[in-house]
């Protein structure tokens, strides 16, 4: 299977191929960015795979908390002694952490290089790994530092998702839901009713996500208008990864809760119905994910939406559901009205 992700400026343009990786054969360096864990169970099955002039292994550490500058100065200082050149090529292999940052380093690493993004996980399949969003974290919040930068292609191969832990799994399964709630009613629907356990239903949900995603993707690539939608959950979900240092919640994890919380908010503005409400928990909770969280300080929670990228002037932007399968980009709401949800939301659990 193969899914175009046509972007405004033609050279950008490239493929996501779905178990369609063969043979990738380079005549120039190459640097494979991995962590240990994956490194472990599928990096030999990669290099079979894999040609190049000369290659090196670039090793950083696992986990949101070290998607950091420090991770990315790492990178290049390895790049460097290997002696790369703007010829060369990197090559993404790990989730979401891994991709972002090594897309990040190879926009910047002489200017600018090429990288493919092979995702091993669900929610990088699914999403981060499409559409240029490279970057880290700061003690500010998340991704605050990055550039759109678009990969060369991206093999998303289901056969590394068979050693993906429940939890993992599950973080990726949020995001299906978050776009299957804001774009694709039937999809919902079709979500309620067939396990993503299965292969062949797995295979045909990571399809139809990049499907959405090359379609937003292209319509808005540097996210001035409708690909701000997939960040539904995402503003209370920053807030939540950062107060709890990026350690006790996967980021799908902290997108499941804040998808409930936006749930809230959209109740009170009359976007949803209490029922959609429960399906979309139902949903969520029928995959073991997270859909609470206790606020410890509401004006506290309140300021750090502040320093969400999508915060212009003080103004916070929120993306909500409409009913199943629509959304509304609100950035009109009063803070009354939010701190009214964050209150409800303690309240609820
Ligand atoms: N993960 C959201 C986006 O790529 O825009």
Redesign the pocket.
């Known amino acids: 299977m193969k899914i175009d992700i046509d972007i405004d400026e033609k050279k950008k343009n490239y493929t996501v191929f779905i178990n369609e990786l063969r043979s990738l054969n380079f005549d120039s360096k190459v640097a494979i960015i991995t962590n240990p864990k994956v490194s472990g169970l599928h990096l030999e099955t990669l290099l079979e795979k894999l040609e190049s002039k000369e290659l090196y292994i670039v090793t950083v550490p696992d986990g949101e908390e070290h998607k950091n500058l420090q991770t990315i100065n790492f990178i290049l200082d390895r790049l460097y002694e290997h002696q790369l050149d703007r010829r060369s090529t990197l090559i993404a292999f790990g989730g979401g952490v891994v991709g972002d940052m090594t897309g990040f380093a190879a926009s910047i690493f002489l200017r600018g290089i090429d990288f493919i993004q092979i995702p091993t996980t669900l929610l990088s399949q699914v ?2 790994s ?4 490279t970057g880290v974290n700061n003690r500010f919040g998340k991704n605050l530092i990055g550039a759109f930068y678009q990969p060369k292609a991206v093999y998303c191969e289901t056969e590394f998702l068979k050693t993906l832990q429940d939890r993992e799994f599950s973080a990726g399964v949020a ?1 299906i839901v978050k776009m299957a709630v804001t774009f694709d009613r039937e999809f919902f629907e079709w979500l309620e009713k067939n396990s993503l356990k299965d292969e062949a239903n797995l295979q045909k949900a990571i399809k139809k996500c990049i499907e959405i ?1 090359a379609k ?2 292209s319509l808005d690539e540097k ?1 001035s208008g409708i ?2 939608v ?2 539904y959950g ?1 503003t209370f979900a920053h807030v939540i990864e950062n107060e709890t240092n990026y350690k006790r919640y996967l980021h799908g994890e902290a997108v499941a809760i804040g998808m409930v919380m936006a749930n809230t908010l959209a109740i009170s503005l009359g976007l949803l119905d209490e029922n959609e409400v429960k399906r979309i928990k139902e949903l969520l909770e029928s995959y073991s994910l997270p859909t609470s969280y206790k606020i410890d300080n509401i004006t506290n929670f309140y300021e750090a939406f502040l320093h969400d990228k999508k915060s212009i002037n003080k103004k916070l932007k929120f993306i909500l559901p409409k009913h199943l399968g629509g959304y509304e980009i609100r950035d009109d709401i009063k803070k009354e009205l939010i701190l009214d949800t964050l209150s409800k939301v303690n309240s609820e659990q």
């Open positions: 999403d981060a499409v559409g240029g969003k995001e995603k937003v993707v996210e690909r701000a997939l960040n995402h």
